[in-house]
């Protein structure tokens, strides 16, 4: 009994420890969200038993076969809140590619943070790392992704659950970045997990290893993993940064001594490169960080908002990593002309903070990609679209495209006629 008291205060300690250094780092002004991203929620997109919200982020221009980023929140945020805070959409309309922003709902966590540390939500096959997997097989059908292209992402409890992904679900990623995290299989309960957050363990190379290789049958080829942690973290030790190396080191079979390193006036970047000679695994360490995204809001890789772990520090993750994972090279837009069309997905079109003019449960066509397209099948949609009867099936073929263009024109005033 004494020492079940014992683990109950320990564990009080801790949470509360938690709660006061979450909130030191919390301070400052909060990012103006005027021009916050606007997102829509996929209400449905598999079994969900991790009860997860689904957000994405579709450019005006999709590129053809587009890549797709996964970006993971951490604890206290939103899906939006780091949308904005990280810039990721800010690249996505630039270049062209999709973003997906999992949320966490406060039934499962009251502070929002991804269940890393919980078997039932980290093994493969179950719970939050299933909902994400079904998330991104609805993005891949819904958007034409490019399968070759799917990266993963995250902040503190979201840099931790990017581990998970890549651990259970390796096959799916061709990378992934985790900031202010923590290693695969840290944790398997509330208590450990702040043990893992908090003290400078040091769990072997090896056994960090098997925990990924028993995570899943996959034997390779690996994601390339970029790991960033600022020196100053005082909510997740920077060792663990080193214990993300170390796992990823044993599991790629890399050597201890980088292939090259980096020392720039805001960090120290840490490479190494594969068999092939390219970067397999990075280290970003950023000096006097405390726990948060680093931004840059001057020069060229400036990108995203600075606010509550969004710190400006000189140096910009998101675009480090888009131009790391190559996502960020141009693509070849779509437009009418060159064959877009919509389909339209089981999902309310709603923003992260609530409906923007829009009925919940009412479905809006979202981008999707398809190299041919019949202009009387578009027209058609247009009409159920706009709740009217439309024409028949045997009628389609008799409808004059142009026609019902120059209709529209004229309706609008932009037509002389």
Not at 217 to 238: E, F, Q
Request: with cysteine; aromatic share 6%.
């Amino acid at each position: 009994m004494a020492g079940l008291r014992d683990s109950l205060a320990s564990l009080h300690q801790m949470r509360s420890l938690f709660q006061k250094r979450l909130a030191a780092a919390a301070t400052g002004p909060a990012a103006a969200s005027a021009n916050a991203p606007a997102l829509r929620e996929i209400a449905t997109f598999g079994s969900n038993p991790g009860n997860l919200r689904m957000f994405v982020h579709v450019p005006p221009a999709l590129g053809a076969k587009p890549g797709l980023v996964v970006a993971l929140h951490g604890c206290t945020q939103t899906a939006r809140a780091y949308a904005h805070g990280t810039g990721w959409c800010e690249l996505a309309d630039r270049h062209g590619f999709v973003v997906l922003f999992p949320e966490q709902q406060p039934a499962n966590n009251p502070k929002n943070c991804f269940s890393w540390f919980l078997p039932a939500d980290t093994a493969r096959g179950g719970g939050e790392a299933l909902s994400i997997r079904q998330m991104i097989e609805k993005a891949v059908s819904a958007f034409g992704i490019d399968q070759r292209r799917v990266f993963v992402t995250g902040l503190s409890a979201g840099g931790a659950m990017a581990s998970v992904m890549l651990a259970a679900y390796p096959e799916l990623f061709a990378g992934g970045a985790i900031i202010g995290g923590l290693p695969y299989g840290s944790a398997a309960n509330v208590q450990e997990a702040f043990d893992a957050m908090f003290n400078d363990r040091a769990p072997s190379a090896r056994a960090l290893g098997d925990r990924v290789r028993a995570a899943s049958k996959h034997r390779g080829p690996w994601p390339r993993i970029s790991v960033w942690h600022g020196t100053a973290d005082t909510i997740v030790k920077p060792s663990n940064a080193e214990h993300i190396l170390s796992q990823w080191l044993n599991v790629q079979g890399l050597p201890r001594e980088p292939s090259g390193l980096e020392q720039e006036a805001h960090y120290m970047r840490r490479v190494w490169n594969d068999s092939s000679g390219q970067p397999q695994l990075e280290v970003i360490t950023v000096a006097g960080m405390g726990h948060g995204v680093p931004l840059a809001t001057t020069g060229q890789s400036r990108c995203g908002a600075v606010g509550p772990f969004f710190l400006d520090v000189g140096v910009s993750a998101t675009t480090h990593i888009a131009r790391s994972w190559e996502i960020d090279r141009q693509v070849t837009a779509h437009n009418a002309v060159s064959g877009v069309t919509s389909r339209a997905i089981d999902a309310p079109a709603v923003s992260a903070d609530g409906p923007s003019g829009q009925s919940p449960g009412e479905e809006e066509a979202l981008p999707q990609m398809h190299p041919h397209f019949n202009p009387a099948d578009v027209i058609a949609a247009a009409f159920q679209a706009a709740g009217l009867q439309p024409p028949s099936a045997s009628a389609r073929g008799n409808i004059d495209p142009a026609s019902v263009i120059e209709a529209a024109l004229k309706a609008a005033g932009l037509s002389r006629g």
